[in-house]
């Protein structure tokens, strides 16, 4: 098999990377591969938003699966709201090759193709719940029925993390009085998380294998978002506890993945990281916290942490942060460090693995991970866009921080060459400096040379449009 694709929702690179000497395969394919973080959607986009613009190759505001949502259907997104695109394993397909979609965010309800995909959705709360995409099992269309026969052994079942009622409290209560949450919540709160990712990827692997024996495809991709679930309810945890024993799951995942398929190359990918709330504001004290955090109403703030009410019921701990983890190893890959590459740089990349044209739309580049000298895309070579020297923009702050992260966010996914710059209210930066799009902060109140910067834009909506627009004052 040429390439399998393993995809863990948000992995973290700073716990994979800086802690490589527990996770021995994947260390491995580090060592003698090419990886580092690269960039997913994040501030307002979510997984099913990047997952699909992974397969598409398009931003969520050309595919339109923002926030998790569908737009023009105001749904959950469907695998028919985007397959009119020139999705990955389409255009495999008709280059010849075969393909095995396993279990992928937004692949339901499956659709037949030229290998299988087995679909469908874990439901992680009620709003999720929705029969057309979401099941206890496994989706799969008319021509892949015969799949099921291979399946052994019972689907895994979904754990809720427990709420205050569990501890004998109300969440009234709690806001009422937060530091009592430091009597309730250890490094142990929601190990169910941790056993439920055990149980699910030993279940992946038993049937995974059986389907392998009898099925064989040139691109395997695999996905689970159990990891990203069991990071949201355990990042009040400093150490980090539950995560980094989950990585040593996903670990030894990978290895046995490997022994079934015996790929020429291997991707190991998440669409985005994790950050705790806490992290987003250091060193800002609670009022601070409260003012720069937009869903503070629904938040515990207990100074050095904060937690908020999820809608399981549970203790919500952490955002999706922008750095997700990218491994790349194998026959057609080089070896080193992997540097400025964003999600929709994966699309072409494995387009021109296998030799296949790039749709013409696609903004994404092929970055030089390749060992191959003539590239069937030259056209979009990393190297041909980048500039010597990245655009220095100074952006000035306007509004509230929650709000104009936004802008930056907004500005950063249209800007890939430019390192951004706040002109901002003092109190503010360390806030700011949290932003992982962010390069550095300067103080409003005190003078500023404009000419060191390229651009100084000053953001606004269109109170017409309602577009985001930018004025360069310089």
């Keep these: 098999m040429k390439l399998l694709v393993i995809g863990i929702d948000a992995l973290m690179p700073e716990l994979v990377f800086n802690n490589l000497e527990d996770y021995p395969v994947l260390k491995k394919l580090v060592i003698s591969g090419i990886s580092g973080e690269y960039d997913g959607y994040v501030y307002g986009y979510g997984s099913h938003d990047n997952w699909t613009s ?3 190759g398009l931003s969520p505001k050309e595919h339109q699966i923002i926030k998790g949502i569908y737009q023009p259907s105001g749904k959950l997104p469907r695998l028919y709201d985007y397959s009119s695109t020139e999705t990955i394993w389409k255009i495999l397909n008709e280059n010849g090759y075969k393909v095995g979609m396993w279990k992928g965010l937004v692949t339901a309800p499956p659709e037949p193709i030229d290998g299988y995909m087995v679909s469908g959705e874990l439901a992680f709360d009620e709003h999720f719940e929705d029969p057309e995409i979401a099941i206890d099992g496994h989706m799969l269309c008319e021509k892949d029925q015969h799949l099921i ?8 079942k979904r754990p809720t993390p427990k709420s205050p009622d569990q501890f004998g409290y109300t969440w009234e209560e709690l806001f009422n009085n937060p530091q009592l949450v430091n009597n309730l919540l250890d490094e142990n709160y929601f190990e169910e998380g941790y056993q439920y990712l055990k149980d699910m990827l030993d279940y992946s692997l038993l049937n995974i294998r059986k389907v392998n024996e009898k099925e064989k495809v040139d691109l395997f991709w695999f996905y689970n978002g159990i990891f990203d679930y069991l990071g949201h309810f355990t990042m009040h945890d400093f150490n980090r506890t539950q995560l980094k024993k989950a990585i040593k799951l996903v670990d030894d995942f990978v290895g046995e993945m490997l022994n079934i398929f015996q790929p020429e190359n291997v991707i190991v ?18 009022e601070l916290q409260k003012e720069s955090f937009g869903l503070a109403d629904q938040c515990l703030f207990l100074g050095d942490n904060i937690l908020m009410q999820a809608r399981t019921g549970g203790f919500l701990t952490s955002l999706h942060s922008l750095k997700g983890t990218m491994i790349l190893n194998g026959e057609n890959f080089k070896q080193g460090k992997l540097k400025g590459m964003r999600n929709l740089d994966v699309y072409p990349l494995i387009l021109e693995m296998f030799d296949c044209i790039i749709p013409k739309n696609r903004k994404g580049l092929i970055h030089p991970v390749l060992n191959k000298e003539h590239l069937k895309n030259p056209e979009q070579q990393y190297k041909l866009h980048k500039p010597k020297v990245n655009e220095k923009v100074l952006i000035v702050q306007t509004c509230e921080v929650n ?38 902060f300067y103080d409003m109140d005190q003078p500023l040379e404009k000419s060191v910067f390229d651009k100084v834009l000053v953001p606004y909506v269109n109170a017409k449009t309602k577009e985001l627009l930018f004025t360069n004052i310089k």
């Design 54 to 56: 992974l397969y598409t």
């Design 403 to 440: 709000v104009f992260n936004g802008y930056i966010n907004d500005f950063y996914n249209e800007n890939r060459f430019s390192n951004i710059f706040i002109f901002g209210k003092e109190k503010y930066r360390s806030v700011f400096l949290a932003n992982q799009q962010v390069s550095g």
């Design 149 to 156: 026969d291979l399946f052994e052994g019972e689907f895994p």
């Design 269 to 286: 990918l998440s669409d985005h990281g994790q950050k705790s709330f806490i992290d987003h504001f250091p060193n800002c004290d609670i």
